[in-house]
């Protein structure tokens, strides 16, 4: 029988820091938290890997052939896959004026001499001194990744696209920062002065070196992927059933693989129209103009019959492209077949009635750009097959989402137990869900330890049907905590913080929001990994910030400023979520819970304090200040983490709650980043993070539905509050409550 507060679920003995942490894990913690910190083995495995693979590419004579056009795609898959990640390597020389360079901005500048209540009044009333935020560190550099989801981001993708027609693999200028980023505060922003503070100033923050930046991102690999596609002619009777085993005639070419081709780059820098074509005009107009070539998405999947239909929504992409045409050349019988006639549904996962599959994105939601009328012409070519679904056993649902349904299964080739997220497609009769597509192309792209593996996309009876295979975790965060008894302890919170700041600086150095970062979005394992998942509302940023919805991020982790409608924001809204999810693993209850965003920002202010234009320059123009809040003075936070409790209530140090504190700035200019967040005091002060090793294990959650245990137990009015905002999103555009 498991020791400690876990009781019988803990599979090894918990040790608290409370109770002398042992020497060994003492060790360990030190070890991992510096490995953490300084992304060693990280960069070692990388580079590894990079040479690995810098050789294989040059095996295959790609390297001189520059970036592929998306006719060429078919024929060899994953290549730019890799030369997107080589690109990462070579982004140096890519760098433009105005990128983040390695000798700029802070977010950790130092400022020792300086009386905390002077350092205090220059932080609120002064100016950043360093206008482009860039950190100082010599060998910092600021990643950039070229996704191109939407029509402003346009410029990005004609700018990689000239570029990219050189033969060595590079990566698009970067876009300036974005406001957040050059405003990277030199010392923490503060929300409302604790009462009977002494000095009635708010702890000041002391500045942390700024850690080298590595690049490992974009350098995927392992040697378990293969990047070389095999098509095979494997397409059998789609069936999931559980215990069947499918046909498999060509087993020896479906090596695991990474099931998505580099349609985005390839197909951006492929296509004749955005070679060569400069665009130098800006604003929102500028997305008429421009040639739908450089947002579509092309998945190569390595069973190469399957072949999804490409609907192009815009008359002048009716021709056929050359990789259409040489699909249809490489079309087998077998195909037309499944193409042309209705299958005969055994997919057990399968509930989308819809057959007919159409691969371009009709609209976008979100509507990042209300001016332009062009409809968004995104393209999801699915041109070549991907492996069935049917080469999964189902185990179980896990869990149903908003944007899909997880299960647990199991990978009949190799025994592996994967997550399978289905893609819902049942509102989507026009086209591939922009917020799965988005997902896909993330994950699929990006490679990170706190980030899930997504190892591949499948594909159902019905060509609807699509679903992501995902490395398999345990739990959830929040599902977790509603099962333990106490909240987890500090050393315990520093290591899943630790790896989650590790995972967002990932996202946020790649110019990814999550904008979704919750407590159910955390997947933990049983060896104390900690994973993000659910990428279906993350997208990319740049500068100039665009406006975008404000209807993300689930309620009671909603940053203020989204609250109060602000159209402009950046990856300070991550940084408030996390602040909100650092609270809750020490609370085990979510800190504000809201149930409508009115109330949201009330339990906020209680305790926070109500902002003011002293302390968040720009509030009291934010829309959402016309509506008549309570004046509450003083924040009040310290009281629910106060330093020793005799209540029961959670204990956090000084340096504890000056990172809790910083993560919920009000100002998002002076919220704290990952970056500064990872090098906080905090997680070097004892009691050191706890070793993933030791961190307790729970008995998996999959034998029920966790979402259906989760409304049995505690009725979640917040996940129907999202499902109606992401609804209204739909038909509102930009425009939140206050909008
Ligand atoms: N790789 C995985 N392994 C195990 N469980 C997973 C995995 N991915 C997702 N889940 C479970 O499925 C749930 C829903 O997944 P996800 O959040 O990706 O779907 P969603 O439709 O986007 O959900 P939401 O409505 O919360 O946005 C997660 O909270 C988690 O419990």
Request: aromatic share 8%; net charge neutral; glycine share 6%.
């Amino acid at each position: 029988m498991a020791t400690g507060r876990y009781g019988d679920y803990r599979n090894i003995k918990v040790r608290r820091e409370s109770d002398s942490t042992s020497r060994k894990e003492f060790a360990y913690a030190n070890e991992e938290y510096d490995r953490l910190k300084n992304g060693e083995a990280r960069m070692r495995d990388a580079r590894g890997r990079v040479k690995v693979r810098q050789i294989d590419i040059k095996k295959r004579g790609v390297v001189e052939s520059g970036y592929r056009s998306s006719s060429s795609i078919g024929e060899s898959g994953n290549v730019d896959v890799h030369r997107k990640r080589e690109g990462s390597l070579t982004r140096n020389l890519d760098r433009e004026p105005g990128e983040l360079s390695s000798e700029s901005g802070s977010d950790d500048a130092v400022d020792s001499g300086v009386p905390a209540k002077a350092k205090e009044v220059s932080e609120l009333n002064e100016a950043p001194k360093l206008e482009n935020g860039a950190p100082s560190s010599p060998g910092k550099k600021r990643k950039f990744s070229p996704i191109v989801w939407d029509r402003d981001d346009k410029d990005f993708s004609q700018n990689f696209s000239i570029r990219a027609t050189s033969s060595t693999a590079s990566l698009p200028p970067p876009p300036p920062l974005p406001k957040s980023l050059r405003k990277t505060p030199e010392f923490s922003s503060h929300n409302a002065v604790e009462p009977n503070s002494k000095d009635n100033s708010v702890q000041q923050v002391e500045s942390f070196p700024v850690k080298v930046l590595e690049d490992i991102g974009k350098v995927n690999g392992g040697s378990t992927h293969n990047d070389i596609i095999s098509s095979s002619p494997y397409h059998e009777k789609q069936q999931w059933s559980v215990g069947q085993e499918a046909a498999h005639p060509n087993d020896d070419d479906l090596v695991p693989t990474r099931n998505i081709s580099s349609s985005r780059w390839a197909d951006l820098v492929g296509s004749p129209r955005d070679v060569g074509e400069v665009s130098d005009d800006e604003g929102p107009q500028k997305g008429k103009k421009r040639t739908p070539h450089s947002e579509s998405f092309e998945f190569n999947c390595i069973s190469s019959t399957l072949i999804l239909k490409k609907v192009s929504s815009e008359p002048n992409e009716s021709k056929s492209t050359d990789s259409e045409e040489n699909v249809r050349r490489s079309r087998s019988p077998t195909t037309e077949k499944f193409i042309g006639n209705e299958y005969e549904k055994n997919d057990l996962m399968d509930t989308d009635e819809e057959n007919d599959y159409r691969g371009s994105i009709a609209g976008d939601s979100e509507s990042e750009n209300p001016e332009s009328s062009t409809p968004p012409s995104r393209n999801v070519n699915m041109l070549q097959g991907c492996r069935s679904v049917d080469e999964f056993e189902r185990l179980n649902k896990i869990d149903e989402g908003t944007y899909g349904v997880v299960y647990r299964a199991r990978d009949k080739k190799s025994g592996e137990i994967v997550a399978l997220k289905k893609v819902k497609m049942e509102k989507e009769r026009e086209g591939f869900p922009l917020t799965s597509l988005r997902e896909i192309n993330i994950l699929l792209s990006f490679h990170h330890p706190s980030i899930v593996d997504v190892k591949e996309v499948v594909v159902g009876s019905s060509l609807d049907s699509i679903f992501m295979v995902m490395e398999y975790m345990e739990h959830d965060l929040k599902g977790l905590m509603e099962t333990m008894k106490q909240p987890y302890s500090q050393s315990e919170v520093k290591c899943l913080m630790l790896q989650l700041l590790d995972g967002v600086k990932y996202l946020h150095d790649n110019w990814v929001l999550h904008r979704d970062l919750k407590t159910s979005n955390l997947l933990l394992n049983n060896r104390g990994e900690l994973k993000i998942c659910d990428f279906g509302l993350s997208r990319q940023y740049g500068s100039p910030l665009k406006p975008y919805t404000q209807l993300v991020v689930t309620l009671w982790y909603r940053a203020p400023e989204l609250l109060l409608g602000a159209k402009q924001y950046s990856t300070a809204i991550d940084m408030w979520s996390l602040g909100c999810i650092m609270a809750e693993l020490l609370s085990k209850k979510p800190l504000f819970d809201g149930k409508t965003e009115f109330e949201q920002l009330d339990k906020i202010f209680r305790t926070l304090g109500t902002p003011s234009e002293a302390i968040w320059p720009g509030f009291s123009k934010l829309p959402g200040v016309k509506v008549n809040f309570l004046k509450h003075q003083y924040n009040l936070l310290r009281k629910k983490f106060p330093a020793t409790s005799f209540t029961g209530s959670p204990v956090l140090s000084d340096a504890g709650f000056d990172l809790l504190n910083k993560l919920l700035t009000y100002d998002p200019d002076k919220r704290i980043t990952a970056e500064a967040a990872l090098n906080h005091d905090w997680f070097r002060e004892v009691p050191l993070p706890k070793s993933k090793d030791f961190m307790p294990t729970f008995p998996a959650q999959h034998a029920q539905d966790r979402r259906m245990r989760r409304v049995m137990k505690s009725p979640d009015p917040l996940e129907e509050l999202r499902r109606k905002e992401l609804q209204q999103g739909a038909d509102f555009g930009t425009k939140g409550l206050f909008g």
